[in-house]
Each structure stands twice: as structure tokens, then as C-alpha cells.
């Protein structure tokens, strides 16, 4: 399942919200693939921890097919973090 694909790189600030967590566009890293060198982008995102809502950064690349919902400190693989009753949407700053 795809979250969001970006045709192009957003702008600087974009929001974007997943399950009712919110992702703020804060840098865009030029960046070349390993398997074919092909040149692209990934995108650093910004938004608080669903556990504890400090802030923390993720990465992502332009076809976002899943999204890092807690820090480092709370990370938990394979647990959701709630049922998924939300829908995705973004919108440009």
C-alpha cells in the first residue's frame, strides 16, 4: 500500500497527515540509489512521537509506503500505533 506518491519534490513545509499524525516537510536530501544509481530525493520529515510527542525527524522517499510513528526511544516494529480510521492527506504550504 502506497501512502502518497509525490510526482515531484513538495515544497519546503508541506504537511501531511497520516492517521491523525502530522508530518512537516523540513529538508529534501539529493540521494542515488544502490541497485541502479539512478539519481532522486528523500524527504525529511518532521512530526511528534505517538507516544510521547517529542518531536523527531524521518526519512521517506518521494513513493511513501509507510511512515516511522514513534522516536527512537519508544520505536516498537510490527505494533500499530491505533486502528487506522484515517484517512492520508497533504497540502502544500
Known amino acids: 500500500m502506497t501512502i502518497h506518491e509525490f510526482k515531484t519534490t513538495p515544497n519546503l513545509g508541506t504537511l501531511l497527515i497520516y492517521d491523525n499524525q502530522s508530518y512537516r516537510l523540513k529538508h529534501i536530501k ?33 513513493k511513501i509506503k509507510s511512515f516511522n510513528r514513534r522516536c527512537k526511544k519508544h520505536t516498537a516494529p510490527g505494533k500499530r500505533v491505533n486502528p487506522s480510521r484515517y484517512k492520508s492527506s497533504w497540502r502544500k504550504k
Open 30 to 62: 539529493p540521494y542515488r540509489k544502490v541497485r541502479n544509481g539512478e539519481k532522486t530525493f528523500l524527504l525529511v520529515w518532521e512530526t511528534p512521537c505517538a507516544k510521547c510527542k517529542t518531536p523527531f525527524e524521518t526519512t521517506t522517499p518521494l
